[in-house]
């Protein structure tokens, strides 16, 4: 049977340690693949979309190449591994976009830290971990 951990991504200490985390779960788990994923919600001056969806792009781009990074490092551990930026079309709280990532794909574990400091300051986690405990349909793992 295949499991699946899904990892909500900010570039925090937290949100890596969140990484370190899902690999050892990866590791004591045959047939495990792991989702990392970064939600990038609307910020900025919410009168002018543009500039809005511009700050989003900005964001997301950043992110890229610790992405790619995380790509590489599970790869090499032979973990199979799932990398997505999602651009949220809302303000919503980004919890809500990772759940329902999670219901979609199946996810049977979701790590998070408890607040993000990096760069997506307080878009993923933060205020995010509480409501991804919230709303999960699945088992939730916070790092403190």
Same mark, same amino acid.
């Given at each position: *049977? ?13 949100? %890596?340690?969140?990484?370190? %985390? ?17 939600? /990038? ?7 002018? /979309? ?7 792009? %900005? ?7 610790? *992405? @790619? ?14 990398? @997505? ?49 919230? %709303? ?9």
């Amino acid at each position: *049977m295949k499991r699946k951990i899904l990892v909500a991504y900010d570039g925090s200490e937290l949100s %890596e340690e969140a990484l370190q %985390e899902a690999k050892l779960q990866a590791a004591g788990i045959p047939e495990t693949e792991v989702h990392v994923v970064v939600v /990038v919600t609307q910020t900025g001056p919410s009168t002018n /979309v543009t500039v809005a969806k511009n700050i989003q792009y %900005e964001v997301a781009d950043s992110l890229r190449p610790d *992405m @790619e990074r995380i790509y590489r490092e599970f790869e090499t551990e032979s973990i199979p591994i799932y990398t @997505e930026i999602i651009i949220a079309d809302t303000n919503r709280n980004a919890g809500v976009k990772v759940c329902e990532y999670a219901d979609e794909r199946d996810i049977d574990l979701i790590i998070a830290g408890s607040r993000g400091l990096g760069t997506v300051k307080k878009m993923l986690l933060g205020s995010v971990s509480n409501q991804i405990v919230q %709303e999960a349909n699945c088992p939730v793992l916070i790092i403190k």
